[in-house]
């Protein structure tokens, strides 16, 4: 049976009714749609900086929406982020060429002892989609691949994550370490992962818990916003 995304030539709308489409296929996870899309737009003249911002954020946007009110769930995101992933592969080398900035830079990891990834993958496409650089260290990561990793790439931000109870101390290990370093104040600390919650966040001496990618996109740019004014009172 023939559905109405298949009867809609994207070439044919206009740009409003374009990106309207755009956000409803990355809704809808619809990877090839959103690379024509992008590619569309693109040939119509948008700035790949437009295009990430009106086209793909927006419609992760929406898509983060739905999924913390409950309306959407974790295999739905996940088709949505590949669609996305899909229009980010062709802006990528686009925004590079431009000279655009990204908005700060992080590196994230599931603790040492967990090997679950799909929440830290979803973090990573919001927070890439939001134009966050993100190194991603992968799982079951010691402390001193943190330590290795922030020193290397000097993010903004480092993220942990853990679904296990049994590794969720871990992160205050790795707390620990950053302080008997004298490194702690050097980076945002955001952690995240379904057993934990804001009280453990503030015991293992993070800046703030994620209750999923959603949240993580907001709490990555206010603690970006909060650091980028620190640094300029400071100057």
Known sequence: MSTQTDEIILSELDDDALTDQMHA????????????????LLGRGWSPTEVLEKALVEGMRIVGMD??????????????????????????PLLANTGAKPIGKAVIGTVKGDIHDI????????W??????????????DVDVYIGALQEHQPDILGMSA?????????KIVVDT?????????YIVLVGGAPLNEEFAAAVGADAYCRDAAAAV???????ARKYRRNSIDA
């Open 119 to 126: 929440g830290k993958n979803l973090v990573i496409m919001m």
């Open 67 to 92: 999924f913390r009110d409950g309306i959407l769930f974790v295999p739905e995101v996940l088709l949505s982020a590949n669609a996305m992933k899909a229009g980010m592969n062709i802006l990528k």
């Open 128 to 141: 890439e989609g939001a134009g966050l650089e993100v190194i991603d260290l992968g799982i079951n990561i």
């Open 218 to 224: 907001e709490t990555a740019k206010h603690h970006l």
């Open 163 to 171: 679904l296990l109870t049994t590794t969720m101390p871990y992160m």
């Open 25 to 40: 296929d990355m809704y809808d996870g619809l990877a090839d749609e959103i690379a024509e899309g992008t590619r569309i």
């Open 178 to 186: 950053l302080k008997e370093r004298g490194l702690r104040e050097d």
